[in-house]
T-cell receptor, first 110, second 112 residues
């Protein structure tokens, strides 16, 4: 069974603080990992992807990957109210299926 | 600009009726996917296709079918709609396993 696990939240973070979102996946053969953001009533949109172990930074967002632990995380620095959304972890498995986690609802508190 | 579009955006149908949701992409992507999204379940994969005449079952394929006669379109058919199929349906496409998936706007289907 191909699985992608996330805490559903809600995760409440004060404005200006760091939000930390986590994801684990079941297949060691997975090579790429994606974070999507979904606002209520809207489609998911890509915010970060990562292929290699370690950290990848893009503006206020940092993706972290640990393949040995089958763990990927997303850090959002200087959280803003506009970051309030559901964050979906997506993992393409070796057969090209893209499996999504259930998503973590993030609330940024003004 | 390339895009992926779904139609209709909203649909109300009766139990037992056949319903088809359209998905059309102009990215020229080989991979296309259908997901349903329900509260507490996230995005669940219904069917997917790697190219023309290729279709595969996902996690929740019972009661659904797809066909791929060209690169651009992957229609999703509910053979006999059931109330349990009330959901928001998303179509997505990608160029390959390690590429970003692009999503349509979604179709909200209500089965009464």
């Amino acid at each position: 069974q191909k699985e992608v696990e996330q805490n559903s939240g809600p995760l409440s973070v004060p404005e200006g603080a760091i939000a930390s979102l986590n994801c684990t996946y079941s297949d060691r053969g997975s090579q790429s990992f994606f974070w999507y953001r979904q606002y209520s009533g809207k489609s998911p949109e890509l915010i970060m992807f990562i292929y290699s172990n370690g950290d990848k930074e893009d503006g206020r967002f940092t993706a972290q990957l640990n393949k040995a632990s089958q763990y990927v995380s997303l850090l959002i620095r200087d959280s803003q109210p506009s970051d309030s959304a559901t964050y979906l972890c997506a993992v393409p498995f070796p057969d090209d299926k893209i499996i999504f986690g259930k998503g973590t609802r993030l609330h940024i508190l003004p | 600009d390339a895009e992926i579009t779904q139609s209709p955006r909203h649909k109300i149908t009766e139990t037992g009726r056949q319903v088809t949701l359209a998905c059309h992409q102009t990215w020229n992507h080989n991979n296309m996917f259908w997901y349903r999204q329900d509260l507490g379940h996230g995005l669940r994969l219904i069917h997917y296709s790697y190219g023309v005449h290729d279709t595969n079952k996902g996690e929740v394929s019972d009661g659904y079918s797809v066909s791929r006669s060209n690169t651009e379109d992957l229609p999703l058919t509910l053979e006999s709609a059931a109330s349990s199929q009330t959901s928001v349906y998303f179509c997505a496409s990608s160029g390959g396993r390690d590429d970003e998936a692009f999503f349509g706007q979604g179709t909200r289907l209500t089965v009464v």
